[in-house]
């Protein structure tokens, strides 16, 4: 099992971590002025996401066609298979109980394969978004659940992997806009968000770091203080809304 790269940023605070993302061969972009090809059907089919939050839109379906390239093209697929579909599933859902996990993927699958573009050997990119558009988990999450997932996965790709899923304009919007909700995901320092991708990680069954590594870690945020370990409630939570530290706790 291994730790994916932050090394170089274990002691960084939140504005280290915020690093200016380069652009990559995956980058979609995807403005409201310039990209019109699934604006108005994403945001017909997620009509209970981004109401009030419409600069999103466009980042969050940048976000997703960027996933399916990136695992595709990992794979050398120019077109994603069904069993590429189900990997970029397990990282763009919220983090729920493997069981959960594993019905929402079947459903979402299912439902792909009902579409005579589709086969279990290409899985069309606009549908595939189209999909997750209309996925329940990202609705009933809501908005800011969405947010921090997109955020939380495009820091873990890029220092994973080295390449950026979102550029850098869609990159900075995300972080400024979780920044102006309040979001904890957005002011954590390094050591506190590799903790908490790695427990989601292996609530996914796709551990980011050995035993050894996780407990040094969790011991050196235990002696700093830090809220994450603790299972304590963000800001946000304690105003009863829905955050992805939330469903990881739940899932706990």
Known sequence: MKLFALSSLLFGQASAFVPSLPQTQITVQAKLASSVRLNAAFLELSSDLFEEDEEMIPIAEAYIHAKY????ASHGHAVANKDDVREVLHSILPPVTPEELEKEEEAII????SHKQNSPDKIDEDDFVKSIAKNSYWRDAGDI???E???F???HSYYKTGKAILNNDDYDELHENLTWEGSSV???NAKEAEFVSAVAAAKRGEPLMDDDEYSALKEALK???SWVVNRGEDALEKRGL???MGYLHRVL
């Open 69 to 72: 390239k990136q695992v595709a």
């Open 110 to 113: 299912k439902s792909l394969l």
């Open 145 to 147: 659940v969405v947010k």
């Open 149 to 151: 997932l997109m955020y």
């Open 153 to 155: 996965d495009s820091l």
């Open 186 to 188: 957005a002011t954590m």
């Open 223 to 225: 002696k700093e203080g």
């Open 242 to 244: 829905k955050t992805f």
